[in-house]
């Protein structure tokens, strides 16, 4: 990137919900100018549709056909979708959904060749969206199936959800499974693969140099020995053993309604989570609107606010833009973040003796020669 500051694409998300409203309100403040340049995938029509039916205050969106025409340090916006989409805010539709695909379509493409640094989603509804380019059940399945990791093989492109904010970082071992259905999906192998990601993603990308992990429980008070359950004892605490054995800090596994209860939360880098709701409910209900939801194990940076489209309130002006913000902020942070770590652990041994390097070949054994055979 030739641009002084990151440039952080947003997409509008569905176009029936929240997304403006927040995206609108989070560039009132000028200042978020001055740290980055924001490009938005989106509609100028619809931007312009919900800050006048808001009353929102001006904001001055520069329209582009392209991320890489961004004036930098600026407001941006990219019209995605036609002039025809018809907004009817609170409403569930074809239309929108077609729109928010459109956006995230766009955005990803120019993540992947380098027109943009990181990327922030806003809500979408995950029903309407359902089209024969998106057949996933969110952004993160899809995120997934579309960025791959050619340039970085060592990253096998995984990816792993992550809700974090100052207090605490979530991850899930499953993400949109049936309730029904965990047990049989959990197996000691998939929690040991997403501790070693949550391990190294908390090393890269949040720069904790040696990370503790709390494992939750999948049964009320962590099976009782059996009593309530037996996954416990068959799959996780081998997982986390077998995890120790690779020199990862994980401890556990803890039932969930004490560890957050109690506030021992607090005293680790990281929480693996069963699943969905076990991890997500209690973080939502302790973080407020400065949750954010990270896709980790990518090889590009992406975020999005810990809320859903708020259908209820679309259009009434009473969507707090903090998560969206939070995950401006966050996104910069992480690619920051990862910069630093692949500098560091760069080829650390070279650097450390650049001396012995340079003699290296001067030193090395000449083959014989025949007459010295």
Partial sequence: MNNNKIKVGITHGDTNGIGYEVILKMLEDTRLADLCTVVVYGSAKAASFYRKAMELPQVNLNKVDSASEARDGAFNIVNVVGED??????????????????ALEAAVTDLREGAIDVLVTAPIDKHSIQSPGFNFPGHTEYLEASLTNAETPEQDSKALMILCNEHM???????????????EALTKELIVDRLTRLDRSLRRDFGVQNPRIAVLSLNPHAGEKGLIGSEENDIIAPALEQARDSRILAFGPYPSDGFFGSGNFKTFDGI??????????PFKALSMDSGVNFTAGLPFVRTSP??????????????????????VYAAIDIYRNRQNYDEAYRRPLRRQHPEKEKKAPETRAETPKEEDK
């Avoid at 991850?171 to 049936?178: K, S």
């Avoid at 859903?308 to 009473?318: N, R, V």
């Fill in 272 to 281: 693996l989570a069963m699943y969905h709701d076990q991890g997500l409910t």
């Fill in 85 to 102: 989409l018809k907004i009817e805010p609170g409403q569930e539709s074809e239309a929108a959904g077609a729109a928010a695909f459109a």
């Fill in 169 to 183: 970082r979530v991850a899930l071992a499953t993400v949109h499974t049936p309730v029904s259905k965990v047990p």
């Fill in 306 to 327: 810990d809320h859903g489209t708020g259908y209820d309130i679309a259009g009434k002006g009473l969507a707090s833009p903090a998560s969206l913000r939070e995950a």
